[in-house]
């Protein structure tokens, strides 16, 4: 497969722009349970609204941010034996990976909170898990599972992504000529 660095880069952005409105969706959710003020609520609503904006510009024109980190050096061709599917399933392989780590390392400390404010609750029975808390422990299992279904599924979700675009189907596998076994051709 032959690309650019920009290209590669521009698949990136986009992918940096969907997790920032993902994220951004999450806090908004937090923020909103916990804010009682409407000042501070419209305040939060609307930084929340830039970030949006900033993330749907970054998905619509992901060529300006990266025209500007390569420099000239964009256009190199860039080869690889590797195919369009296969890059793709590392991708979302990799992506999943990440998140299952990351919501792996986030969901330690959501346990500790947990188990403290259960243990709290036996001394004093008034006590109750705060809603950000909350909140973080859905953050949590939510990334993980995503984690999980793109490292387990990345085949399943690239053959499907090629379906829906209505690519024709490659077979990932190379053809095997030297099976010993007279062929028709």
């Known amino acids: ?17 969907v997790l920032m409105a ?3 969706l999450v806090t908004l959710l937090s923020f909103w349970l916990e804010t009682r003020d409407a000042v501070l609520r419209l305040i939060e609503l ?11 510009a970054l998905w619509l024109k992901p060529g300006l941010l990266a025209r500007w980190a390569i420099g000239r050096s964009g256009h190199e061709v860039l080869e690889s034996p590797l195919g369009v599917e296969a890059i793709q399933r590392i991708a979302f392989a990799t992506l999943g990976a990440w998140l299952l780590v990351g ?8 346990v500790w909170i ?19 808390a909350w909140s973080g422990v859905i953050h949590v299992v939510v990334q993980m599972v995503a984690g999980a279904a793109l490292l387990v599924g990345a085949r399943g979700l690239t053959g499907m992504l ?15 000529h ?5 062929q028709d051709d």
């Open 162 to 176: 090629h379906r829906l675009r209505g690519y024709p189907h490659v077979d990932d596998k190379p053809a095997n």
């Open 178 to 182: 030297d099976t010993g076994v007279a």
């Open 114 to 132: 947990a188990w403290r404010v259960h243990r709290m609750a036996a001394m004093y029975p008034d006590t109750a898990m705060a809603a950000s």
């Open 22 to 24: 993902v994220e951004l």
């Open 46 to 56: 609307s930084l929340i609204i830039v970030g949006l904006l900033i993330a749907v």
């Open 1 to 17: 497969m032959k690309t650019t660095l920009y290209t590669v880069l521009c698949v990136a952005i986009r992918l940096a722009a």
């Open 103 to 110: 919501g792996l390392s986030s969901a330690v400390p959501q």
